[in-house]
C-alpha cells in the first residue's frame, strides 16, 4: 500500500453487481433496486451496478443515468457505488462516466468497446485515453472490466501496463472475470503500484487475498454477501479454508443454473416477493421446474437470507 | 413473388454499409456521409446506413437518430435506407427502429442483442417480438442480421422460420454475413414467402441469384459499386461468371487489410481528401506502408473510382 495515496479513494473488499429488478412492461423498477442496494450495504457489500449480472447491457444510456440519480437522491451512498459505464459507442462511454463522477462515484467499471473483435492494444488504448480526456476529472478512478468468456475483447497485461503508466491516478484496479486464475497472478505479480486487483468470482477470493488482490465483485454477492464479506474480513484466520469451501458450495449450487435468472428467483423466493424474477429479453426467468430444483438444492446447503424479508418489507 | 405483396416494399439488389467520415473530434462528419449516400445512389447502391462496416456500434443512439435526420434533410430518398438499429438494450433498438420508420426507411437490418452469449432461441425471440409490438407500425419491414463471427449471437433458422411465421409481413429479410455459403443456402431452401436473402459479400452474389436469392449488402459496394451492381443486374447473361471473377479480384485485394480502413482509406485517396482515411477508436487506421501497398495492390488491378472526385467536389 503507498501511503502517498489515500486508502479510501480507492475500492476494496466486497462488491457486487446488483440485480436490476424489472416492471411488467419491463421498465426498470427503481424502488426495488434502491431495496436491493440498501440490503447489499447493509452487509457491508459495494454496490457494482450495471455489471454483466446487473443485466446493464440491457439497460439504454438514459436508462441508466435516471437510476443513478434515483438511487443518489433515494439516499445510497455514492462512495460506495461503482456503476459498470463501458458501452460501444465512445460518446455513450463518456456520457455515463462522467454522469457517474459528478454524482460523486467513487470509481467506475468501464467495459472496452465490445462489439468489434480481434481490436488492437492500441486501439483499446486510444477508447480509454479518450474517454479520460473527455471526462477530464480528477475524480475519475476507472476500474477496468476484463471479461472474455462474454465481450470477446480481451485487456492484455501490456495493456494495463501502459494504461498504469500513462494514468496512474486514474486507471487503479480491474475486474478480472475471465475465470483464469493464472491471469489474476500474473496481474498480482506485475505488482503495479496500488493497483487494486477484484476477482469476477467469490471462488478466487481466499486466493486473491493471499497473494496481494483487493477483493472481489460477485454476482453471488446478491444472495450470499455476509458470508463472503466473512471471508474477505477474516481471510488470515485459520478458519480461512472452511469459509472459502462454505462459499464454493453455494456458488457452484448456482452454477448449476443460468446464473442470472437464478439469483433474482432466489431473491424472489426469500423475500416472498415473486416480481424479483422477472428478466429483460433476451435474457428469461428459469421455468418452473428449474425454480423448484434450486430452492431444494439451496435448503439442502441450509442456506438463507437472513434479514432480506425484513428490509424487503421496511421499505416497501 | 408473391402478388398480394407490393414489390416496392422489399428490398432487392445491391445495398452497402456506407462508411462513416468523422471530423479531428471523432464526431460524424454529416456532410461527408451525405455525400458518400449520394454518390452510392448514383450507382444504383442502396444505403444499410450504421452497419458494422459504418462502425454503426461506435456511434450513440443520439448520433444515429441525429444522422438520420440530417441525411434526410438533406434529400436523401429515405425508400433507399435500410438502417442498422440492433442494440444490446432493447429500449435503445425500440428508439432507433421506429425514428427510422417515423422518416419514411423501407426497412432497417437488426442484429440480436450481441452482449449476452448464449442466449437462446425462445429469448431473442421474445426481444424481436416486443420491439415490433412496441415499434407498432405496419410499415416495419426487418431484415435480421446474422453476422456470428462479430457479434457472436447467431440467428438460427428455426428462430427465422417462427418469426417469419409469426410476422409474415414485418420479418422479411435477412442479411447472411457468416461468410458460410451453406448457410445462405439452407435458408434458400427453406422458401420463406418472399422472404429476401442478402449475403454479406459479392463474392456469394451470383451463388445467391442463381438460387433465388436478392442480393448483397456489401462493404466493398462503397468503393466498387457499379461493378457489383452489374453482376446483379446481369446474374442470367453469359458474362456473369467473368463478372464475378473480377469482383472478387477486388475483394480479396481489400481483405489483405483490415477492411474498414482499407474502404475509407481507398475513398480517401481517389477522391484526394485525406480526412476520409479517419476512424474512431477502437478502431485505426491504416499505418502508411499498409496505405502504400494497398494503393499499389489496386493498381495493379487497374481499379479506379470514375466520377467520385467529381462527386466529391460537386457538393462540397
Redesign the interface.
Known amino acids: 500500500m503507498n501511503s502517498h495515496l489515500k486508502e479510501d479513494t480507492r475500492f476494496s473488499g466486497v462488491l457486487t453487481p446488483v440485480i436490476m429488478p424489472y416492471n411488467s412492461d419491463?421498465s426498470p423498477d427503481a424502488d426495488r433496486l434502491i431495496r436491493q442496494c440498501e440490503w447489499m450495504l447493509s452487509q457491508s457489500v459495494g454496490l457494482a451496478i450495471f455489471g454483466?449480472n446487473s443485466e446493464g447491457?440491457?439497460?439504454?444510456?438514459?436508462?441508466k443515468i435516471e437510476l443513478m440519480d434515483r438511487l443518489v437522491d433515494a439516499g445510497i451512498d455514492a462512495n460506495k457505488m461503482m456503476p459498470g459505464t463501458g458501452?460501444?459507442?465512445?460518446?455513450?462511454t463518456v456520457?455515463l462516466t462522467a454522469h457517474a463522477i459528478s454524482l460523486g462515484c467513487s470509481g467506475v467499471l468501464m467495459l472496452?468497446?465490445?462489439?468489434?473483435?480481434n481490436?488492437?492494444d492500441?486501439?483499446?488504448y486510444?477508447?480509454y485515453a479518450?474517454v479520460i480526456q473527455r471526462v477530464g476529472s480528477s475524480n475519475l478512478r476507472i476500474y477496468l472490466y476484463h471479461i472474455p468468456?462474454?465481450?470477446?475483447v480481451p485487456i492484455s497485461q501490456d495493456l494495463i501496463e501502459r494504461l498504469v503508466r500513462d494514468y496512474p491516478s486514474t486507471v487503479v484496479g480491474i475486474k478480472d472475470s475471465s475465470g483464469d486464475w493464472s491471469n489474476t497472478k500474473a496481474m498480482l505479480e506485475r505488482q503495479w503500484d496500488d493497483f487494486r486487483v477484484f476477482v469476477g468470482s467469490e471462488t478466487f477470493l481466499l486466493a486473491n487475498m493471499q497473494n496481494g488482490g483487493s477483493g472481489c465483485i460477485s454476482a453471488t454477492a446478491n444472495v450470499n454477501p455476509a458470508a463472503i464479506y466473512e471471508l474477505f474480513a477474516n481471510w488470515q484466520s485459520e478458519k480461512a479454508d472452511d469459509l472459502q469451501a462454505e462459499l464454493n458450495e453455494v456458488r457452484n449450487t448456482f452454477s448449476k443454473f443460468p446464473l442470472i435468472p437464478a439469483l433474482k428467483q432466489c431473491v424472489a423466493h426469500y423475500a416472498e416477493d415473486p416480481d424479483w424474477a422477472r428478466l429483460?429479453?433476451?435474457?428469461?426467468s428459469l421455468s418452473s421446474s428449474q425454480n423448484s430444483d434450486l430452492i431444494e438444492k439451496l435448503k439442502l446447503l441450509n442456506f438463507n437470507m437472513p434479514g432480506l424479508k425484513d428490509n424487503s418489507k421496511a421499505t416497501k
Open positions: 419491463y454483466t447491457n440491457s439497460l439504454s444510456t438514459d436508462e458501452c460501444c459507442a465512445l460518446t455513450e456520457k472496452p468497446p465490445f462489439f468489434y473483435k481490436v488492437s492500441e486501439g483499446l486510444a477508447t479518450e468468456p462474454v465481450a470477446n429483460r429479453p433476451p435474457l428469461l
